[in-house]
């Protein structure tokens, strides 16, 4: 059996520039985390974005959410927003093996390794005519990319592609790929 190839940092750059997409990049150590990735001193701390790979309780459905760097995505609330069964984040597993990411490494980007279009992508609306700050498929760098852009990339390779508002709570906080109470 063929093993599948993964785009990666170069790849992904690459892509950028033959499209002729523009973007800014930063070169930083690993980072797994949006507090060590705000450490970093990057500029546009304001258009990071966190990504959240989430699964429903069937593990039937996959998202890629892209939320503010700062929005405390409310799940309960968001399977209201997308007519998803229960949320929970997906596992490193299901991360491989549906978008050939690392923890640390989700992005946007990411669905470009998806040949089965399985994983549908939700953009927080606060993105929409703006530039969002994400990794190239590995987490030492990161692009500032405009989101139509970004958008056209990738549209065709999920399951869907759709803006919206995104619930957020002070109840339930996103951290370190794990959910807990503050």
Known sequence: MEERRHL?????LGLLR??????????HPPVFTIEEMLEQDLPHPELIAKN??????????YYLVVAREDQRVDLKALRTVIGSRPLSMAS?????SHLGLTRGSVTPFGILNDP??????????????SRMGVHP??????????????ESLI????????????????????????????
């Open 18 to 27: 033959s499209r002729g997409i523009a973007f800014e990049e930063a070169h």
């Open 116 to 129: 089965d279009r399985s994983v549908d992508v939700v953009v927080d609306s606060s993105f929409r005519g």
């Open 155 to 182: 549209s065709d390779g999920c399951a869907s592609f759709a803006y919206a508002d995104l619930p957020t709570s002070d109840r339930w906080v996103h951290r370190h790929s794990y959910l807990w109470h503050p």
């Open 8 to 12: 990666g940092m170069e790849d992904i």
């Open 92 to 96: 490193e597993e299901d991360l491989m």
């Open 137 to 150: 498929n590995d987490n030492m760098c990161t692009v500032w990319v405009g989101t139509e852009d970004l």
């Open 52 to 61: 959240l790979f989430l699964r429903d309780d069937k593990k039937r459905r």
